[in-house]
């Protein structure tokens, strides 16, 4: 899950750029919301953590909610940091496998039971035919 924490460093990257620089006064570019960013970052913590503990389905399910949640709120994503963050969420998505594990089946019931109540025996009846040494031993 390489990838996972690939986009997880992006998240926390993201969330800890979208502060204020206090002093330094310039044009700033718009940035995303912290709030948001946190949100995101947690979520994205979420899938990995999801993923680790293979759990593919959580995580899978867990990285749809995130990329759905950040393609809806695109337009408060900085335009320098739209593309590469809706790319990241989409390959995490795409990048989760979902693997049901198939139990295999108990018995339907108890073992059959042989006369009195016992199991019955395998091979222990009579010979079919003649042994290895002939019919008259």
Same mark, same amino acid.
């Given at each position: 899950?390489?990838?996972?924490?690939?986009?997880?460093?992006?998240?926390?990257?993201?969330?800890?750029? !979208?502060?204020?620089?206090?002093?330094?006064?310039?044009?700033? /570019?718009?940035?995303?919301?912290?709030?948001?960013?946190?949100?995101?970052?947690?979520?994205?913590?979420?899938?990995?953590?999801?993923?680790?503990?293979?759990?593919? !389905?959580?995580?899978?399910?867990?990285?749809?909610?995130?990329?759905? *949640?950040?393609? *809806?709120?695109?337009?408060?994503?900085?335009?320098?940091?739209?593309?590469?963050?809706?790319?990241?969420?989409?390959?995490?998505?795409?990048?989760?496998? !979902?693997?049901?594990?198939? *139990?295999?089946?108990? /018995?339907?019931?108890?073992?059959?039971?042989? /006369?009195?109540?016992?199991?019955?025996?395998?091979?222990?009846?009579?010979?079919?035919? /003649?042994?290895?040494?002939?019919?008259?031993?």
């Amino acid at each position: 899950m390489r990838r996972t924490g690939l986009v997880l460093l992006f998240f926390v990257l993201l969330a800890a750029g !979208c502060g204020g620089s206090a002093g330094v006064r310039r044009s700033a /570019p718009p940035k995303l919301p912290h709030a948001l960013a946190v949100q995101w970052a947690r979520e994205a913590s979420a899938v990995a953590a999801a993923a680790q503990a293979n759990d593919g !389905c959580r995580a899978q399910q867990l990285a749809r909610s995130l990329a759905e *949640q950040v393609a *809806q709120r695109s337009a408060s994503v900085p335009s320098r940091l739209r593309t590469p963050l809706l790319s990241s969420v989409t390959t995490l998505e795409a990048g989760i496998a !979902c693997v049901h594990v198939v *139990q295999p089946k108990q /018995p339907a019931g108890p073992p059959a039971k042989g /006369p009195k109540g016992k199991p019955p025996k395998h091979g222990g009846g009579p010979p079919h035919g /003649p042994g290895p040494m002939g019919a008259d031993h």
